[in-house]
Structure formats: C-alpha cells, structure tokens
C-alpha cells in the first residue's frame, strides 16, 4: 500500500510541475504490480496477443505506420513497436510490441494513454500534454475502465 502512496505522490509533483512548466510535459504514473486487479503485466501481455493475432492495422499518429490495433466500444487500442521509429511500419519481425496506447473513441482533452509493460514488476502509465485539473484517480480509472472493456471482448471470442 506504500508504493500506491508514493506513486500517487510522484504523480502530483509531475502534475503541479505540469502547472508550472506548461501542458506539453509528459505525466508518468508508475504502477506497482504487487497487489494490482486491472491494470497487470498479464492482462496486458493477453491484449498484445489479443490484437496481435484478431486486430486489424491502422495508423493513428504520424510516428508510427499500420499500428497492430483493436477498437471496443469506449476505446481504441493501438499497440506501438518496442525499437520506436526504428521499426516505424510496425513490422512484427522487427521488435515486440510492449507498449498500448489507448485513445477514446470519442474525442477531447487528454483522450490518450500510453501504457508501457516492459517490466513485470512496474507499469508506467503516461499522458501526455495532460489539462492542470487531471488527478491520478482520473488516470488510472482511464486505463482500468479501458483495460475491463477489451478484456470482456477477449473473453467474448
């Protein structure tokens, strides 16, 4: 339960420096997996496989290339390759596929997620360009409440 502590605390800090500094700074919310329900290395190693094999390909930003992707109801998932640009047209050959961004279907302020699972035991959950008033409740309840969706739709096929 400390870890959550100290996460959160973390978290505020980047948000008032956010406040501070402008909207163009990165928000990283680094989840402990100690005792984590949703938002687990396993239940995202199972949506990477997900979209990777049922998903279709859609690029969504000018980074990236036929991104592996997968939309629900709520929310679209777009996994991005591990190497970066260096494999800018998502070729599953040339890197793995660690990292969810997670947009909402319909659109507004701080409608993405990027979720990085490259460690078993941290998550980092970053947003970027967030509004001064996003709390760290507001970002894990995108993520959780998105994670929930796509994981009835794998249970569902």
Known sequence: MQMKTMCEVLCVVAIISTMLFG???????????????IITHDHLVQIKQFILQ????ETYSNMYNDNPAYHTKGF???LNPD???????CDLA??????LTIR???GGQNQY??????DKQYIKIIVTAPTSDLTVKQI?????DALQEILCDIEKK
């Open 54 to 57: 049922k998903g279709q390909r």
């Open 23 to 37: 909207e163009t700074m990165d928000i990283q919310l680094r989840i402990y997996q100690g005792e984590e329900k």
């Open 83 to 89: 190497s970066g640009q260096e494999n800018i047209n």
């Open 113 to 118: 997620r990027t979720v990085k699972f490259l």
């Open 104 to 106: 909402l279907r319909v």
């Open 140 to 144: 894990r309840q995108f993520v959780e």
């Open 76 to 78: 679209c998932f777009y």
């Open 94 to 99: 040339k890197s793995d596929f660690n990292s």
